[in-house]
């Protein structure tokens, strides 16, 4: 992750450095980000230092020029996704604290709402592997990275609402 360069697994910061871990913060290394570079896993960008603010997925490839492609050049912090080796599987549900509607999904889902048959998802239940919530339908708009555990309410995966239009298993297998 560079000025000029790239990210990889075994990420390249702005000096040549590989960066194998997460960083919480770029902001005295980085001043912005035009390109990336991943080799191989996924990795989560972020706008701010400690893993804050609005976040940028990036799976295996070439990201000549991040802005055009709507991701912001002040990059602060990056966290590595862990490759995960298995079923992806998360339960949704419509209300706050694990009620009301609930599907539990193993697949990507492009429309959430005629998963759910419901305009929000409130909470959730990440049961195995990470995955990547998005604001719009179709894989658009803000981006959300959820790590296995429980989600009470949207403001706990750091969203100001419960829209969710779709989701994706973080995996660089598409």
Same mark, same amino acid.
């Given at each position: 992750l560079s000025e000029t360069g790239g /990210?990889?697994?075994?990420?390249?910061? =702005?000096r040549g450095n590989m960066v194998d871990s997460d960083r919480p913060d770029f902001q005295s290394q980085l001043s912005r @980000?035009?390109?990336?570079? *991943? $080799?191989?896993g @996924?990795?989560? /960008?972020? $706008?701010? +230092?400690? %893993?804050q #603010?609005?976040? %940028? %997925? /990036?799976?295996? #490839?070439?990201y000549p020029d991040m802005q055009s492609e709507g991701f912001s050049t002040s990059i602060k912090s990056c966290r590595m996704i862990? +490759? =995960?080796?298995?079923?992806?599987?998360?339960?949704?549900? $419509?209300?706050?604290? =694990?009620?009301?509607?609930m599907v539990e999904l193993t $697949?990507?889902?492009?429309? *959430?709402?005629d998963q759910l048959r419901s305009p929000e998802m409130l909470s959730c239940s990440v049961l195995d592997g990470h995955?990547? %919530?998005y604001e719009l339908p179709n894989f658009r708009g803000r981006q959300y990275l959820l790590r296995p555990g429980e989600y009470r309410r949207f403001s706990e995966w750091g969203a100001m609402s419960g829209? *969710? #239009?779709? /989701?994706?298993?973080a995996t660089d297998l598409y």
């Open positions: /990210l990889s697994r075994h990420a390249e910061d =702005h @980000c035009n390109s990336a570079r *991943v $080799e191989s @996924c990795f989560m /960008l972020y $706008e701010r +230092p400690n %893993f #603010g609005q976040q %940028f %997925f /990036l799976k295996r #490839g070439d862990p +490759p =995960h080796r298995g079923t992806y599987r998360i339960k949704i549900y $419509e209300k706050e604290d =694990h009620r009301g509607n $697949e990507d889902s492009p429309q *959430v709402m995955w990547i %919530f829209k *969710v #239009g779709s /989701l994706r298993r």
